[in-house]
């Protein structure tokens, strides 16, 4: 029934931007926040950034911080991840998730549902 679909990864070369978009079905999107995760071969699936479904406040990790922005179009019931001035590091796998309860963001366990990710390559 209710489903994330995410999109627009892809291979760019170091420095560029990217876009990524996180659009629901059957889901009130309005009414949860939207966290994005990464996951990078090798590693754990790690946070990213998140906005609240009220009052759009964003929160991101310290390694993100600066380069990416989170925003939300309920109308669209599409959620993004606006990615500048990428690495290298920036290379994962990359989730977006709907979070409803009242554990941190940056733990995995508050959220319930998730996208099958997109494949982001930074590379020269």
């Known amino acids: 029934q209710g489903q994330l679909v995410g999109s627009g990864g892809g291979l760019v070369q170091p420095g560029a931007s990217l876009r990524l978009s996180c659009a629901a079905s059957?889901?009130?999107?309005?009414?949860?926040?939207v966290g994005w995760f990464r996951q990078a071969p090798g590693k754990n699936r790690e946070f990213v950034g998140v906005?609240?479904?009220?009052?759009?406040?964003?929160y991101y990790a310290d390694s993100v911080k600066g380069r990416f922005t989170v925003s939300k179009d309920n109308a669209k019931a599409t959620a993004y991840l606006q990615m500048d001035s990428l690495t290298p590091e920036d290379t994962a796998v990359y989730y977006c998730?709907?979070?409803?309860?009242?554990?941190?963001?940056?733990?995995?366990?508050?959220?319930?549902?998730w996208s099958q990710g997109t494949q982001v390559t930074v590379s020269s």
């Open positions: 998730a709907t979070h409803n309860a009242d554990t941190p963001y940056h733990l995995l366990i508050g959220y319930n549902y």
């Open positions: 059957g889901i009130d999107f309005s009414r949860y926040d």
């Open positions: 906005i609240a479904w009220r009052g759009g406040s964003t």
